[in-house]
């Protein structure tokens, strides 16, 4: 019996578990049995058709068995997400063989041209502009050998310099989402936001670099910035800053009817819709783009507050012209159903010459 489709001891992506074939059955009926971590997720018979079974979205199966994180906001200050693998063993059996297959799986809902065992972060952008008011994150598989290194290129006193600190990573094999952010990234080298010009974190496998993705600190003064968070394709939290023009179409919901000689508005409803446009995007931030609007967990967030909000509409069109930057524009409201908001501080002004400045300084 062959089976093709899956590797013994060869980690895989699920979204890459594609058809899995598996021909030279003796017998016309093959069981099929599918454990993660010891408990059984799936067990059929198939018969087999001139000796040959093809099983299809095991993948799409497996996608359930992984408890997903939600991305939090800035206040809670999360350092990783952590995504264990799911360790499978697939057994196929008729009465005269078994074949078992044994491996990991991780998350993902994309396709894509690299595998667990590839050394590289799991990131559209090799440049990410930020502030220190935006979170960043980065995803990679860790295993034994890896490690990540952090260079700041600072200004002191007028000169250039650059500066080298590590980050520990005391967890175990899986897939994690570490925070990059520029306010972190100074409090661990030590250097004031405003003196860091850029950081590059380096991942490196046995002391050697592999991959590398660099932070400039963007100090450009943008009218309106609209910070977004959400699930990435590889199920952990990302993050990506829309720089452009912010329109505002809020809509009322809500029947009127004739009551009484009066017209009569029931059960009125504020629905808070805007669309943000994203500023000039390479092709690597358009990925990111579409990763973003196809995610299942998308939240607005600032210094202080989360809002979850849904995606209603999109405007990606654009034309290939050379490497030329586009601009695209997403849709969006409150996923609650409840988006009027009141908020208010007291009127209070405590300054210097509020009750002590009168006629006596004339």
């Known amino acids: 019996m062959v089976v093709d489709g899956i590797h013994d001891g060869v980690d895989c992506f699920i979204s890459e578990i594609g058809e899995i074939e598996i021909s030279g059955i003796t017998d016309e009926q093959l069981n099929v049995r599918i454990e993660t ?9 198939y018969y087999a058709l001139k000796g040959n079974v093809v099983i299809h979205e095991i993948g799409e199966m497996l996608r359930s068995y992984f408890s997903l994180h939600d991305p939090k906001g800035m206040s809670n200050n999360v350092v990783s997400y952590y995504q264990a693998p799911l360790s499978i063993t697939a057994v196929f059996s008729d009465k005269q063989d078994t074949v078992r297959k044994s491996f990991k799986a991780y998350y993902s809902r994309c396709r894509t041209s690299v595998s667990p065992s590839d050394v590289l972060f799991l990131a ?5 502009r930020t502030t220190c008011d935006r979170m960043e994150y980065l995803t990679f598989i860790v295993r034994e050998g890896i490690s990540v290194d952090i260079g700041v290129a600072y200004l002191d006193m007028g000169r250039e310099k650059y500066k080298r600190t590590g980050q520990e990573l005391n967890v175990v094999l899986g897939m994690v989402a570490f925070s990059f952010s520029l306010s972190r990234v100074s409090g661990m080298s ?4 405003p003196s860091i010009i ?7 496998e046995n002391g050697i670099v592999k991959d590398k993705v660099r932070f400039i600190n963007d100090k450009r003064r943008y009218r309106n910035i609209t910070n977004f968070i959400y699930r990435n394709a590889f199920g952990m939290p990302e993050t990506m800053a829309f720089t452009g023009l912010v329109e505002y179409s809020p809509e009322l919901e809500g029947e009127t009817v004739e009551l009484l000689q009066r017209t009569v508005r029931t059960d009125a409803e504020y629905i808070d819709s805007r669309t943000a446009n994203s500023g000039y995007l390479d092709t690597r ?5 579409l990763d973003l609007i196809t995610t299942d967990s998308l939240q607005l967030y600032n210094t202080e507050t989360l809002t979850e909000v849904v995606a209603t509409d999109i405007d990606f069109s654009h034309k290939r012209i050379g490497s030329e930057k586009i601009n695209v524009s997403l849709t969006f409201r409150q996923a609650s159903r409840l988006h009027l908001t ?15 400045f009168d006629y006596t300084f004339e």
């Open 37 to 45: 971590g010891g408990t059984e997720i799936f067990n059929e018979s």
């Open 124 to 128: 559209h952008e090799n440049t990410v």
């Open 190 to 193: 030590g250097i004031d936001t």
């Open 198 to 204: 850029y950081y590059d974190v380096m991942l490196k």
């Open 285 to 289: 931030q358009y990925g990111k783009a």
């Open 342 to 356: 009141f908020g208010r501080a007291g009127n209070i002004r405590k300054r210097i010459f509020d009750k002590t």
